[in-house]
C-alpha cells in the first residue's frame, strides 16, 4: 500500500467516522416519560387513593390482599440503583405483571403503558412470576394432611352428594404460539398449539395440586399418570384415609378422586361409565359424578375469567408460559381466600380447552367393582337424592 492509499484510507476512514449517526438519547423519550407519564403514575396511584372498586377491576384484588402480596414478594424483587439510572421499584415491577395477567394485553402495550421497554416489560413479568412462585408456593399449594383429607371429603359429601371423595382433578390445554423447532410435540387435538394444565380442585374451588408444562399432544390420563401426584399415589405417601364404609350401608369404599371420560378407571379416580346405551344405575352414577366433578371446572373457570391472559395464546417462550401459568395458579388461591370469587366467573371456562383421551386401556375388574358399589349406592334409598332421576 503505496502513500497514496494510505492518505485514501485514513480519509474515507475519517469521513465515515464524521458522519456516523450519533445516538440520539440513553432512553427513548417515551420511556424517559415513566416517573410523570406512565399508568403506575397516572392510573395505579389514584385508583388506590380514591377508588378500591376500580382499583379492584384494574389488578383483580383488593387493596389490602395487594399490600400483602407485596410485602412478600419486595424484598426478593429489590434491586439497586446505579449511576446510570433509578432501579424500577418492586411495587411497580408488581402492578406491571398483575396487569399484565390481569388485561391478556401484550408485552409492547406494557411499553406504551408503563412507559418501560418492551424487553424490561419481558423481565419484569418473568422475574415476578417466578417470584410469587417461589415465594408463596408452599402457603398457597399446601400438602393435604389427614384432617384435610377428612375434612374436604365431607364438604363433599355435604354440597355434591358424593362419599369418599378426595379431590376433582382435570386437564386443559393452554394455548400458545408455536415455538420454534418443536415439531408437533405441542400440537394438540384440536389443530392448535399448547401446554398442558392438570389441576386437582377441592369443594372450596381451590388449587391442591397443579401439573404445567406438558406437550399439547398428551392427553389427560398420560399426564396424570406421569405427575407426581399420581407417584404419590401408588407409593402411598399421599396418606389417603384407609376405605371407609358409605353413609347409611356398610360397604366400605376406598377414597378416591374423580375425573371426566379422559382418565382411566383405578382403585383412587373414579371415572364415568362410557357408551351411549347405559342403564339407570349408571346414568345416575354419571350424574352424581359430574355434580362433585364441576367444582374443578368451576375453579377453571373462576381462574381464567379473572386472569384473562388466558383468553389469548401467549406468544412467549415456553418456560415463561409454565412461569405465567403456575403464577397465576397461585394468585388464584391468594385472591379466592382473601377476597372470594364472583359466582359468574365459575359458570364458564375461556380460552382452556378439555383434553381428549386417545388411550386404550382395560378397566380394571377390582376398580370397577368399587365404582359398581357406588352405583348401587346411589340408587338405593339411603344414597339418593330426590332429584336425580329427573336430572339423567
Known amino acids: ?16 467516522l464524521k458522519n456516523k449517526r450519533k445516538r440520539r438519547s440513553w432512553v427513548h423519550p417515551i420511556n424517559a416519560a415513566r416517573c410523570t407519564h406512565g399508568h403506575f403514575v397516572t ?5 388506590r387513593e380514591r377508588d378500591p372498586t376500580k382499583f379492584f377491576n384494574y ?16 424484598e426478593p424483587l429489590m434491586k439497586r440503583d446505579t449511576n446510570m439510572r433509578d432501579a424500577i421499584p418492586g411495587e411497580e415491577m408488581l ?7 390481569a388485561s391478556g394485553c401484550s408485552l409492547q402495550d406494557l411499553h406504551y403503558n408503563f412507559r418501560v421497554g418492551r424487553s424490561t416489560a419481558g423481565e419484569i413479568v418473568r422475574k415476578v412470576c417466578q417470584t410469587i412462585w417461589d415465594t408463596m408456593r408452599e402457603e398457597c399449594l399446601t400438602t393435604p394432611t389427614d384432617e384435610a383429607w377428612a375434612q374436604n371429603a365431607a364438604t363433599f359429601l355435604e354440597r355434591a352428594n358424593f362419599p369418599n371423595c378426595l379431590r376433582a382433578v ?26 398442558g394444565l392438570l389441576a386437582v380442585a377441592d369443594a372450596n374451588y381451590n388449587f391442591v395440586c397443579v401439573d404445567v408444562g406438558s406437550y399439547g399432544k398428551d ?45 382411566g ?26 355434580r362433585a366433578r364441576r367444582y374443578v371446572e368451576c375453579t377453571f373457570g373462576i381462574l381464567s375469567n379473572k386472569w384473562r391472559i388466558f383468553h389469548r395464546p401467549l406468544d412467549l417462550h415456553v418456560d415463561f408460559c409454565v412461569d405465567i401459568v403456575k403464577c397465576c395458579c397461585v394468585l388464584h388461591n391468594f385472591v379466592r381466600a382473601r377476597d372470594g370469587f364472583n359466582f359468574d366467573d365459575s359458570l364458564s371456562v375461556c380460552g382452556l380447552e378439555e383434553f381428549i383421551n386417545d388411550d386404550v386401556m382395560p378397566v380394571n375388574r377390582h376398580s370397577n367393582r368399587h365404582r359398581d358399589a357406588l352405583a348401587n349406592y346411589f340408587t338405593s ?9 329427573g336430572s339423567i
Not at 500500500?1 to 465515515?16: K, N, P
Not at 402492578?95 to 395477567?101: A, P
Not at 383405578?266 to 364415568?272: A, G
Not at 334409598?381 to 332421576?389: C, H, R
Open 59 to 74: 389488578l383483580r384484588m383488593s387493596i389490602p390482599s395487594f399490600d400483602e402480596l407485596l410485602s412478600k414478594v419486595r
Open 95 to 101: 402492578v406491571i405483571t398483575l396487569r399484565y395477567l
Open 170 to 195: 382435570d386437564g386443559k390445554h393452554v394455548r400458545i404460539v408455536k415455538p420454534l423447532q418443536s415439531g408437533s410435540l405441542y400440537h394438540n387435538y384440536k389443530h392448535y398449539f399448547s401446554i
Open 219 to 263: 392427553s389427560d390420563s398420560t399426564l396424570f399418570r406421569n405427575s407426581t401426584l399420581w407417584n404419590a399415589i401408588e407409593s402411598g405417601t399421599l396418606h389417603i384415609p384407609r376405605p371407609a364404609p358409605l353413609p347409611g350401608r356398610g360397604v366400605a369404599v376406598p377414597y378416591a378422586f374423580v375425573g371426566d371420560e379422559a382418565f
Open 43 to 47: 392510573l395505579y396511584r389514584p385508583l
Open 265 to 290: 378407571l383405578s382403585t383412587h379416580l373414579l371415572r364415568p361409565y362410557s357408551g351411549t346405551h347405559l342403564t339407570v344405575k349408571k346414568r345416575v352414577f354419571n350424574y352424581r359424578l359430574s
Open 381 to 389: 334409598e339411603a344414597g339418593q337424592v330426590p332429584w336425580q332421576t
Open 1 to 16: 500500500m503505496d502513500a497514496v492509499q494510505v492518505f485514501v484510507f485514513a480519509a474515507t476512514g475519517y469521513l465515515y
